[in-house]
């Protein structure tokens, strides 16, 4: 009976290549896809659309749209939203706005700008250009984008190429799409108030194949405008922290000029230099005249210089226009700590600036969704939001579409929806894919989810035991073996210890998830197989080498990293390696370099060797020392840039999502919120030893709110605790004060 069941279920699911879709199918009434004419495959083009929409003042109006690469849509000059929200290859999730608060009574101009890149990168994916549309009045279309005739009631969007944006441009990055390049005249946005402008001449269009059409399912971002709070000198401008967004400025054009738009997310020598692998720059030829200039791509940054090449030009109310996630009004947080607080805050400024539609390593060389980063990022997406819309959008896009390009099958990319056309990918982070689905189904009780993913981690699975070598542990492993940016990344040949530890984790989650006790004891076997071969009396041992035959672990190979994946995966643990947990706890830190502590043990980098130490510090109780070293390694960050880093140093990206995670810290260990499980209705409040005098936070839990503030006042902890009249709470005081509720 077991056997015809999950026959049927790979019948369903259609095996390994034809994948349940979980999101809801969308359709429109009368809109079909259309681009310009012979070129939807044109790499850089953007197109501009319109319609003229009658209004009586009395109609409930909506648009309806998604396009590729990306649009930016206008009501008679007025911002209204820029998207689409992102899906899996082949699939295109659908974005609603309410037109009416917009509207004058008579005629308005509906302007929607397409981007469409054609570009290989691992933000938007490669694939031809389109925009499908429609505008409704109480339910029925009253324009719509299509190629055919229509009554006298339907209005068609018409098209055109204002060639304002140059199309032989570099890309902005290996990640990204093409800088943005402009030649302006004075007027050069008039198309989108007035219905005769003499710039938008309509061009032939074409109806593209038909797209597979799905729910956004995602809350709306954040618009909400920032303008430079400093001026330096050389007319660099300075936000009140890193920002992210789309970059405006007025623009006083006196003679004809040259001007560029450079900025990064901090100064280096009080200047803004090249510091990552990526040009954040843009240009623009301008006539004569006044200008207000918004980017069409959103970037990151603290800081930005107007760098007058040529011609007289003034440059001021530099803005931008924030693109960040909306669904974070309602959590809160603070302590009598000040460093926390700032910490928490640069938590949340980071996580809004990563967590749109999917969740991204960072906001500026990439937009990119990266597997690992993802499970870190989730856990303080469901504090923050109390939903967890954006992790199904995010799996759910490693779902959909049948197979991915230029990776082995099996295999899962790194990063997604993206472009990997070198074919590279990272074996570990498909293992972190399985571990996330654990947390996913808790958070979620989303068991749909979990059953359509069945195939892709039973392929996952065959993937790897293909590497199995006689210990069972995987050797060899293919293309880029990562375990974070630090020495440990250079032991990796030809058996990595770490990778195999968090192989173990993920065949005993994978046995959970699926019945399947012989992964779990499969992963047993593993784990004690890496107790034998890597653990040397006093250390983990990243790596073992094949030598004549033998396997023979590398003595020098030792970093901090290493350690801390034994603790997470649950190859080590306090009680089976007391000296090393000692070790760990009383020699490691923030300060063992400058100590000269253990320097034979390479150290950890906070991508993620760090947090996985504050993990291990929390899980053992030792949450005053989790406070302090928080402090001294995430302090200084927040000070600077008003974000988390992707490094403890500032060479990379200051503006990582993965560090947001460090704010779920607090909530669980510092606040008290240590266990919300919304599935069972269940709360588990523990009150940790630290010297913290008061504390309070909220989170939302659905539509519902729990929240918990404490204070110390001699020797009782008086504590008020509001929950969900259905939840049931347990309460563990781990301080030396007596509880008394409020």
């Keep these: 009976m077991k056997l015809l069941l999950r026959i049927g279920m790979f019948l369903l699911l259609g095996g390994l290549f ?36 009658p209004w009586d003042g009395e109609e409930e109006m909506e648009l309806r749209l998604t396009a590729h690469s990306d649009y930016r849509a206008y009501v008679n000059g007025t911002f209204l939203g820029h998207g689409p929200c992102v899906a899996g290859k082949g699939y295109y999730r659908v974005d609603e706005y309410d037109l009416t608060p917009y509207l004058k009574e008579g005629e308005n101009l509906l302007a929607i700008e397409v981007a469409g890149y054609n570009v290989p990168n691992f933000y938007i994916m490669n694939a031809p250009s389109f925009l499908q549309a429609e505008v409704t009045a109480d339910g029925k279309v009253i324009a719509a984008t299509t190629t055919g ?22 890309k902005f990055s290996f990640q990204r799409t093409y800088r943005e390049l402009y030649k302006l005249e004075p007027g050069y946005n008039g198309w989108l108030t007035d219905a005769k402008s ?14 597979n059409l799905i729910e956004r399912r995602v809350k709306y971002p954040d618009y909400t405008i920032r303008y430079a709070t400093d001026t330096l000198p050389n007319n660099i401008f300075k936000f009140e922290c890193n920002s992210t967004g789309f970059l405006g400025a007025k623009f006083e054009v006196r003679t004809p000029s040259k001007v560029a738009f450079i900025w990064d997310e901090l100064l280096t020598d009080g200047q803004i230099k090249r510091r990552m692998s990526f040009d954040g720059r843009m240009e623009f030829e301008l006539a004569p005249g006044e200008y207000v200039i918004e980017s069409f791509e959103p970037y990151t940054m603290q800081y930005m210089q107007a760098v007058i090449e040529e011609g007289d030009c003034k440059v001021s109310d530099v803005y931008i226009r924030q693109y960040v996630n909306s669904d974070v009004s309602r959590a809160k947080f603070s302590c009598d700590n000040e460093g926390i607080n700032k910490i928490y805050k640069a938590a949340v400024e980071t996580y809004k600036q990563n967590a749109l539609d999917i969740f991204m390593d960072c906001p500026s060389r990439e937009r990119a969704g990266w597997l690992c980063d993802s499970y870190f990022t989730s856990r303080i997406a469901f504090d923050l939001s109390g939903n967890h819309l954006i992790e199904t959008n995010f799996l759910e896009n490693f779902l959909l579409p049948e197979k991915f390009d230029h990776i082995p099958e099996g295999m899962l990319q790194m990063c997604y929806p993206s472009d990997h056309v070198n074919g590279n990918f990272i074996p570990n982070w498909a293992m972190w894919f399985v571990i996330e689905l654990e947390e996913y189904l808790e958070r979620s009780d989303d068991r749909e989810m979990i059953a359509a993913l069945e195939p892709r981690v039973n392929a996952l699975l065959d993937y790897f035991s293909r590497y199995e070598n006689e210990y069972e542990l995987l050797e060899g492993l293919e293309k880029w073996v990562f375990l974070e940016w630090s020495k440990a990344n250079s032991f990796v040949q030809d058996v990595n210890y770490p990778t195999n ?14 019945d399947k006790p012989e992964l779990i004891k499969k992963a ?15 250390f983990f041992i990243d790596n073992a080498i094949r030598e004549d035959g033998k396997l023979v672990p590398q003595p020098k190979n030792r970093t901090e990293t290493c350690q801390y994946y034994a603790f997470f995966c649950g190859t080590a643990t306090a009680e089976r390696y007391p000296e090393l947990f000692k070790i760990l706890c ?26 996985l130490r504050m993990e291990m510090l929390a899980e053992y109780g030792l949450v005053q020392q989790m406070l302090d070293e928080s402090v001294e390694q995430y302090l200084y960050m927040a000070n600077m840039t008003g974000t988390l880093w992707e490094n403890l140093t500032p060479h990379a990206s200051c503006n990582h999502g993965f560090a947001a995670h460090i704010a779920h810290m607090f909530y669980r ?39 918990l503030a404490w204070e110390k006042k001699g020797k009782r902890l008086y504590y008020t605790l509001d929950v969900p009249e259905d939840f049931d709470v347990e309460i563990d005081n781990k301080t030396d004060l007596k509880l008394v509720a409020r």
Aim: aromatic share 10%; charged share 25%.
């Design 18 to 53: 034809r994948p349940q879709v979980q999101a809801a199918p969308v359709t429109f009434q009368k809109a079909v896809p259309i681009w310009i004419a012979e070129q939807q495959t044109t790499p850089n083009l953007t197109a501009s659309f319109r319609a003229i929409i």
């Design 524 to 538: 047993e076997r593993i784990q004690n197989v890496i107790r034998e071969q890597s653990f040397d009396g006093e």
């Design 586 to 611: 009383e020699d490691f830190g923030p300060n063992r370099q400058e100590r000269g502590a253990y320097p034979e043990i390479y150290p950890a980098n906070a991508f993620i060797g760090t947090y």
């Design 198 to 211: 003499p710039l938008f001449v309509p061009s032939k269009l074409e109806e593209t194949d038909r797209k």
């Design 149 to 170: 005739k229509w009554n006298k009631v339907a209005i068609p969007f018409e098209g055109a190429v204002l060639g304002q944006r140059v199309q032989n441009a570099p």
């Design 501 to 514: 530890m968090l192989y173990a984790k993920m065949l005993q989650v994978a046995g959970k998830l699926y």
């Design 669 to 707: 260990d510092l606040l008290g919120l240590t266990k919300v499980d919304p599935i069972h209705k269940k709360l588990h409040v523990v009150f940790n030893a630290t010297n913290l005098k008061q504390c309070s936070g909220k989170i939302p839990v659905g539509d519902d709110e729990i929240t």
